[in-house]
């Protein structure tokens, strides 16, 4: 689950990053106020890939993808961006963590000998 969520974080981070670039467009919008929002959400991507699996990190992995949703009232196409990494990380999560148990059953079947089966 690790994996996949943490690629689905990093692919977040550099839109983060190039809607802060769009947004700088906007009017009304301080460069300032742009820049700390934008920056407050790349690290939080960024520190979210080392805490996937510590208790709260996918809620908060959540509430990062709601962000982005929100996102879409100063630059509109993260609405749509928004949409689409939310279901990224709904199936980096979801088929993760059958990822997650298909390879433990492994490992135990494994360590159990040839003869466990």
């Known amino acids: 689950m ?8 990093i692919g977040e981070f550099f839109v983060i990053g190039f809607a802060g670039l769009v947004a700088m467009k906007a009017d009304g919008a301080s460069m300032a106020a742009v820049w700390t929002v934008c ?3 790349m690290l939080m991507s960024l520190l979210l890939c080392g805490m996937i699996t510590r ?12 962000a982005l949703i929100v996102g879409g009232f100063v630059v509109p196409a993260m609405f749509f961006l928004g949409v689409v990494f ?7 999560v979801h088929y993760g963590r059958k990822i997650d148990e298909a390879k433990a059953r ?3 079947q494994a360590s159990a ?3 466990a089966a």
Not at 58 to 64: A, C, R, S, T, Y
């Open 106 to 108: 492994w490992a135990a």
């Open 86 to 92: 939310a279901g990224l990380w709904w199936a980096s």
């Open 39 to 41: 920056g407050i959400a």
């Open 2 to 9: 690790r994996t996949l969520c943490a690629s689905t974080l």
């Open 113 to 115: 000998g040839p003869d």
């Open 55 to 66: 208790p709260g990190g996918i809620q908060l992995g959540w509430v990062l993808q709601v």
